[in-house]
């Protein structure tokens, strides 16, 4: 593998860009229900490329030969975005990786062990000196077979923080070049997390040659804003899948974070590649891929984010579209706000809708369609603008279905 062309990972020009690795096919695909055969593996890929993801975990490939495949169809097709590939720390799967890997226009071999007391004494029943050792013999063993090598300390986030820093020294010496801390059961808080990473970034050694990365899960609901203070304090790679699907509770969702990074980037300030326009699609796509609906409710992407049924944010939002939106649909792909019309709705809402189907009703008639609205509006969850048409027109709503 020729390494001539190794990026200098932490450039002072991109100190300001956070890298969005994605592992919606990885993390995501392997929590129950969300399972992708090849092609949607691919199709997705594609999508997630177009988004403008930097690194995207397309597998574990020796897990199976099926996800061997994906990952080397993915890493032949994909053009722009560095493939990655989980591998234990163990010679098999580094060298199955590699392999699946060959084809990637640039690569990336994710090793990852656990470190914490937990996992040592009761998951791999190794001592800290063990765990060292094949940290850096799966490090040194992966760089030579791809373009660049990430290392995970698994349960990062329960580990003890001086040994965290000795492991990460050791991976960036045996050439490392971003360093994943991982939420592994999403137990951590945002200050907890903020802390470690400053701690981190002064004494691992070599701290400033790599990307510090996160990857938080959401079992306590707080992966997102765990990331977001993972970047406060200098992550400049975040972890994270589409529609935060992924193990248990899920990993921190994409969508959430890129917007929270453009809607409050004079706070962050840090931006992204992605283009956020692509966001609502590529997450519809993953909820037809997977049969998975997103919850109505759902930051970013849900249907509910841009609608509005009260009358007062409604009133609000046909004076100024700020009181009660701090983005606009348009910049993640979403047509336009909704005004869904329902018995919390008021006057202005509906006369605006009932202008844009045409019915200019005077105050008197609007006194009685307002009042007809609002027995129906007590009967069904949202009038259509067959109903309101129906209505405006003296004609019963309930006898067009
Ligand atoms: O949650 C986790 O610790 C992981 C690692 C494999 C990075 O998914
Ligand atoms: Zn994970």
Redesign the pocket.
């Known amino acids: 593998m020729n390494r001539d062309n190794d990026v200098a990972v932490a450039s002072p020009d991109d100190a300001d860009r956070v890298r969005i690795f994605d592992?919606t096919l990885?993390?995501g695909e392997q929590a129950p229900g969300f399972s992708m055969d090849r092609r949607a593996k691919l199709r997705m890929a594609q999508a997630l490329e177009a988004l403008g993801v930097d690194i995207l975990e397309a597998g574990f490939p020796q897990a199976s030969p099926d996800d061997f495949a994906a990952v080397a169809e993915i890493a032949r097709t994909l053009k722009s975005t560095t493939v990655c590939g989980?591998a234990r720390c163990q010679p098999g799967d580094i060298d199955t990786t590699g392999r699946a890997l060959e084809k990637a226009q640039r690569s990336r071999i994710?090793v990852?062990l656990s470190t914490s007391p937990l996992h040592r004494e009761h998951k791999l029943r190794m001592s800290r000196s063990q765990v060292l050792d094949a940290a850096v013999a799966a490090v040194e063993r992966a760089r030579q077979l791809c373009h660049e090598v990430e290392f995970?300390a698994?349960?990062?986030l329960r580990t003890e923080p001086d040994f965290l820093a000795e492991v990460f020294s050791a991976a960036v010496a045996a050439g490392a070049t971003t360093l994943?801390a991982?939420?592994?059961?999403g137990y951590t808080t945002p200050a907890e997390i903020a802390e470690l990473f400053g701690y981190l970034r002064q004494h691992v050694r070599g701290a400033d040659q790599v990307v510090f990365s996160s990857?938080c899960?959401d079992d306590l609901g707080m992966a997102v804003a765990n990331s977001m203070a993972a970047i406060g304090a200098g992550a400049r790679q975040v972890?994270c899948t589409i529609n935060g699907i992924?193990?248990r509770a899920g990993?921190a969702a994409l969508e959430e974070i890129v917007m929270a990074l453009k809607v409050r980037k004079p706070y962050f300030g840090v931006d992204t590649r992605i283009d956020t326009r692509k966001l609502y699609p590529t997450s519809r796509l993953l909820a037809q891929l997977t049969g998975q609906p997103v919850p109505r409710n759902k930051a970013i992407v849900g249907e509910n984010a841009f609608a509005h049924e009260s009358g007062i944010h409604q009133h609000g939002m046909l004076k100024h579209r700020g009181t009660y939106e701090i983005m606009r649909p348009q910049d993640v792909g979403i047509g336009e706000t909704r005004l869904v019309l329902g018995k919390h709705s008021g006057r202005a809402a509906l006369r605006q809708r009932l202008e844009s189907l045409g019915h200019t009703p005077d105050e008197a008639a609007m006194d009685a369609i307002f009042a007809r609205f609002k027995t129906l509006a007590d009967k069904k969850r949202e009038v259509h603008d067959e109903d309101l048409e129906a209505i405006a027109l003296g004609q019963d709503p309930e006898a067009t279905g």
């Open positions: 592992t990885r993390d989980l994710h990852f995970s698994e349960d990062a994943n991982p939420d592994t059961v990857h899960h972890e992924g193990e990993n």
